[in-house]
């Protein structure tokens, strides 16, 4: 899943909007339904590397993705397990996030 979202701050602020800990981010866009463990995160210049372990139900994978910080955008990659698409539907964890980054970048 790809979101792009307008950056208003800059590189440097968006950078520390987006370095707030990734577990604590999906857990409340996953609307209580995702258990997260093993989260970690790495920077390389302006893009943010990140991956952690999601549980639903009985299921659990792991989740991958990056966040590259531009001056007048963010791209956010994740790569969505396909069996949490019966448990959690990508549209609305999409829609979450870009609503909350947009919040927090414009």
């Known amino acids: 899943m790809r979101i792009?979202?307008?950056?208003?701050?800059?590189?440097?602020?968006?950078?520390?909007?987006?370095?707030?800990?990734?577990?604590?981010?999906?857990?409340?866009?996953?609307?209580?339904l995702l258990q997260?463990?093993?989260?970690?995160k790495s920077w390389s210049g302006n893009t943010m590397s990140f991956s952690f372990q999601a549980a639903v139900v009985f299921f659990s994978a792991l989740v991958e993705g990056c966040v590259a910080v531009g001056e007048k955008e963010v791209v956010i990659d994740i790569t969505f397990p396909d069996a949490f698409r019966k448990f959690v539907a990508e549209d609305s964890v999409k829609t979450r996030i870009e609503e909350r980054y947009r919040a927090l970048l414009t």
Request: glycine content about 12%.
């Open 4 to 32: 792009i979202i307008p950056n208003t701050k800059g590189v440097e602020e968006a950078k520390k909007i987006v370095d707030r800990p990734v577990d604590d981010f999906f857990r409340s866009v996953g609307g209580g």
């Open 36 to 40: 997260i463990t093993d989260a970690r």
